[in-house]
Structure formats: structure tokens, C-alpha cells
């Protein structure tokens, strides 16, 4: 696939839009494929929780192939072609994940647990490859703008892909109970079509080149995002926060079910509660993110996602009261807010401060870090939960942890870091803005107006 030296400002524009379209063809597939029905189905085929565990890590895991995948594309440089390569390969193994059951009766689990580590592989070298590609292309003063409108339409998908898909699979286990696995199956295939699509759209992206220069040795690429003093203070900031994070949040859902008796059905309601609360904070985030800087945002946003453990630690005193679906509606609209900042602020930081000729490498190591904090901490987590004497401690003690990943953020540097008081200020401006009655309407019809677009 050839590409060109520079891009024009049309391509660019084509590129932005190619990017927002297959994010929301890559939250449908992650929705019809993710977490919650790929359990589902794996615990229709006799796994155990321990295997339920080993498959939420494997996709962070799998992130450690990004550090050999930096130099695969700084010595190939055709950025394009690794990306739709390696992610027309990775979304494929869907179909035959989807075959599994009809193909291997008895050896179900261990078949489906070597395509997920081939999938995430994949999709991590993939991954590698498109970031610094983005890099290229997304001009960097308009980040914040242009990422919360491509997580505010993937949002603007996923909820109704999420809600159809919980629907399809309660009435195929109505009228087809004996044949459960297939309804994940057929699931699984319609995320493979969605992803294949946003592959086709992918494709006919333009790619600016990288720049000329003499390839360095492999040793040298991988320590340069730690020679650099600020950067490396990102990658400890964003390693421990995702370890933090995710020690406690992939066990709310236990938690929901088994202190207040909630059904599956119910916790999907209150996810979408936090979902929809996202998406009317992107644009408020966006617009701070781009006047003032990520660190801004973060020193707002990620205090609240951190005080989200401690108010999770709290309703156990609630248990049994009528409160008690309240308090976890409020929490979760707080949560939902506050995760639209941080997931934006932390997504655009690392593009902001990498080097443009550097970004392979650089963004690499942020995924890298990231993942496998992401990816350890459930599974330390699983196992602490059976020697900490209860819920709220377990809460506590991510509390606890998220308040040291802070620590890193006051260290970290970033042209336009601005006072919390002059920030929170014009989040409330921002925020008085979004929810006026012509501003939702106007809102409600870009986003309609976007999808329409985006489908033509």
C-alpha cells in the first residue's frame, strides 16, 4: 500500500472520519464480544471461575508483543498494511471462536483460550501500528475535540448494540434453551461482521509516511520512552492507576448481585445509566482537555473515579434499605462522569507527549504498562478477595492504591496545566452550557446527524 510524504486537508479530514467510524464498528464488536457475553458463553461451556478470570486477562496480557511489534514497524514502516493486516486476522478468529462448540466437542476451554491469546496478539500489534498512524494524522490541538466525538459515537452505538444484544440472548433462552451457546455464537459472528467492516474502512484510510531515518538498534527503542524524565512518569502514573482501577471495578458486578441480590438484567440497567452520563460529559472533557491540558482534566476527573471506590465501600451499610438504589444510581452517574474524563485525558496524553518521529515506540510503552497492570490486577484481585474479610475493604484498599497513582499525576508535566480552581470553574460553565434544553436538543441532533453521515 503506498502512501504519501504529507497529507492534504481533505485526506486528513477523510482520515478523522475513517477513525470515528471504525471506533464505533469496533465498540459494536467489542460489545457483541466482549466481557459479558464471551463469559456467558464460556460458562455455558462448563468453565470455571478461575477460567473466566484467565479470559478477562488475556487481552491485557497480550500487550507485552508491543514492545518486539515497535520495531516490526519502524523496520517495515508501511503502517497501514501491519494494521489492516494484523486486524482483519485478529477479528476473523471470532468466526472461529464461534465454531468452537460444534467443532471441539471436549475441547472447548483450552481451543478458545489459544485463539483469544492469538486474537489479542493480533490485535496488539495492530494496535502498535495504528497508534503511531493517529499520531500522524489527529492534529494535536484539537485532541480533546476529537476524541470525545469518537468516544461520544462509539458510546452512542454501543448502548443500543449492548441493550439489543441482552435482549436477543434472553429471548433465544426462552424459545431455544437447549441450544445456548449458539445465541453467543451468532453474537460473536455479528461482531465479526461489524469489525470487518470498520477493516474496509480502515483500509481506504490515507497514511502520511514516517519519517526518514536512520533505524536504531532494537535495545534503543525500547529505552527511549524511559530516558525521557517526563514521559517515564506517565508510564508510572498510568501503570499504577490501571492496576488500581481494575483491581476492585471487574468485580462490581459480583458485587451488585451477590450483596443487594440484583439480576444480570438490572446491572446492565445501572451500566447504562453510567454509559449515558458519559456521553454527556465527553464533549465538556474534550473542550477542557483542549483549552487547558490531559493533567487539567485528570487532576479533577480521576480524585473523583478514585472517591468511586470509597462511595462502593459505603453502601454496604446500606444493604437492605430502600436507599440503597439510589445511592448506586447517584454512584453511578458520578462514576460515568468522572470515567469520561479520565478515559479521555489518559487516552490523549500519551499522543500529546510523545514525539512525533518517536511515537511507535513511545505509545507502545504506555500500552505495555498499562495492559499488564490492567490485566494482573483482576486476577490478583480474585484471589485477595477470599483472605481481605469483605467487600468494603476490598473497596477501601483500591481507594487507598488509586490515591498513590495521583501522587505520579502531580508530578507529571504538560504544556497548559492550569489551578483546579480556574478548571472546575469552567466545568461548571461547560457544564451549564451542555444541559440547557437548546444544547441537548442541538447535541441529540449532531449525534443523529453523525451517525446518518457515517453510515452513507
Known amino acids: 500500500m503506498k502512501n504519501k510524504r504529507l497529507l492534504s486537508d481533505n485526506e486528513v479530514q477523510k482520515g ?171 453474537l460473536f459472528i455479528c461482531g465479526f461482521v461489524f469489525g470487518l467492516i470498520g477493516v474496509i474502512v480502515v483500509s481506504r484510510m490515507p497514511e502520511p509516511s514516517m519519517t526518514a531515518q536512520t533505524m536504531p538498534p532494537f535495545s534503543e527503542i525500547v529505552k527511549k520512552p524511559f530516558e525521557d524524565k517526563n514521559f517515564k512518569t506517565l508510564i508510572k502514573f498510568l501503570a499504577s492507576w490501571n492496576f488500581a482501577i481494575n ?72 444493604a437492605g434499605s430502600d436507599l440503597v438504589a439510589v445511592l448506586i444510581v447517584g454512584i453511578h452517574m458520578i462514576s460515568g462522569a468522572a470515567s469520561a474524563g479520565v478515559n479521555l485525558a489518559t487516552g490523549n496524553i500519551g499522543l500529546k507527549l510523545a514525539p512525533k518521529d518517536k511515537a511507535t515506540s513511545y505509545l507502545a510503552a504506555t500500552s505495555l504498562f498499562s495492559s499488564v497492570s490492567a490485566g494482573l490486577a483482576p486476577l490478583i484481585g480474585g484471589i485477595a478477595i477470599g483472605f481481605v474479610g469483605g467487600w468494603e475493604y476490598f473497596f477501601v484498599f483500591a481507594f487507598i492504591l488509586g490515591l498513590v497513582s495521583l501522587w505520579y499525576l502531580l508530578k507529571l508535566k504538560e504544556d497548559g496545566n492550569a489551578p483546579n480552581k480556574v478548571v472546575v470553574k469552567e466545568l461548571v460553565v461547560e457544564l451549564k452550557n451542555t444541559t440547557s434544553p437548546q444544547n441537548v436538543a442541538s447535541k441529540a441532533k449532531s449525534v443523529s446527524d453523525h451517525l446518518l453521515a457515517a453510515f452513507k
Open 247 to 318: 483491581l476492585a471495578m471487574p468485580f462490581l458486578t459480583v458485587y451488585l448481585m451477590t450483596t443487594f441480590g440484583y439480576s444480570a438484567s438490572s446491572v446492565t440497567i445501572f451500566t447504562v445509566i453510567s454509559q449515558i452520563t458519559s456521553m454527556l460529559f465527553f464533549r465538556v472533557w474534550g473542550a477542557l482537555c483542549d483549552r487547558y491540558s490531559n493533567v487539567s482534566v485528570l487532576k479533577i476527573a480521576g480524585p473523583a473515579m478514585v472517591a468511586v471506590a470509597l462511595m462502593w465501600a459505603a453502601t454496604s451499610a446500606f
Open 16 to 186: 478523522l472520519r475513517s477513525i470515528i467510524f471504525d471506533g464505533m464498528m469496533s465498540q459494536s464488536l467489542s460489545t457483541l464480544t466482549g466481557s459479558v457475553f464471551l463469559t456467558a458463553f464460556a460458562l455455558a461451556l462448563g468453565a470455571s471461575e478461575l477460567i473466566v478470570g484467565i479470559l478477562a486477562t488475556i487481552p491485557f496480557l497480550a500487550n507485552v508483543i508491543q514492545i518486539p511489534a515497535v520495531f516490526l514497524v519502524e523496520k517495515l514502516r508501511v503502517r497501514k498494511s501491519i494494521t489492516v493486516l494484523a486486524s482483519a486476522l485478529s477479528r476473523s478468529l471470532w468466526l472461529v471462536i464461534a465454531s468452537v462448540p460444534f467443532i471441539a466437542e471436549g475441547f472447548e476451554i483450552p481451543l478458545i483460550i489459544v485463539l483469544l491469546v492469538a486474537l489479542s496478539l493480533l490485535a496488539s500489534i495492530g494496535s502498535c501500528s495504528w497508534n503511531s498512524w493517529m499520531n500522524d494524522i489527529v492534529p494535536k490541538k484539537s485532541l480533546g475535540n476529537f476524541f470525545s466525538r469518537k468516544m461520544l459515537m462509539s458510546t452512542a452505538v454501543g448502548i443500543p448494540a449492548a441493550l439489543a444484544a441482552a435482549w436477543f440472548i434472553s429471548v433465544w433462552q426462552t424459545y431455544f434453551p437447549e441450544m445456548e451457546v449458539l445465541g453467543y455464537s451468532t
